[in-house]
């Protein structure tokens, strides 16, 4: 089992950055796949970015390829998404998630992954 808690949304204008973290408790953390997704008002869950267990493979939306980056600390159980030249339509509210051993073709599915965390709320001002 694997317990997630995101923070670090806010308010911030266009062009601007934010560093979401989730800090995750549980044994299995640093033998899982982390990943990030967002959802806006009205749509559905999408995916943002994933890295493996060890840090070696990310996965990014086209949306936030060159603008966003995942890296993960596991001697601190804990996961980041650096989020840079934030736009408008990045506002949304962020959830990361884990789970063990996602195929890469899979990682783009909220399906796929069963542990979640609650969510914080990122957004961008034109």
């Known amino acids: 089992q694997v317990q997630l808690v995101e923070s670090g949304g806010g308010l911030v204008q266009a062009g601007g950055s934010l560093r979401l973290s989730c800090a995750a408790s549980?044994?299995?953390?640093?033998?899982?796949?982390m990943g990030w997704f967002r959802q806006a008002p009205g749509k559905e869950r999408e995916f943002v970015a994933a890295?493996?267990?060890?840090?070696?493979?990310?996965y990014y939306a086209d949306s936030v390829k060159g603008r966003f980056t995942i890296s993960r600390d596991n001697a601190k159980n804990t996961g980041y998404l650096q989020m840079n030249s934030l736009k408008p339509e990045d506002t949304a509210v962020y959830y990361c998630?884990?789970?063990?051993?996602?195929?890469?073709?899979?990682?783009?599915?909220?399906?796929?992954?069963?542990?979640w965390g609650q969510g914080t709320q990122v957004t961008v001002s034109s």
């Open positions: 890295i493996n267990w060890n840090g070696d493979n990310t």
């Open positions: 549980g044994r299995t953390f640093s033998s899982s796949g």
């Open positions: 998630a884990a789970d063990a051993n996602i195929p890469p073709r899979l990682v783009t599915r909220a399906s796929s992954w069963d542990y």
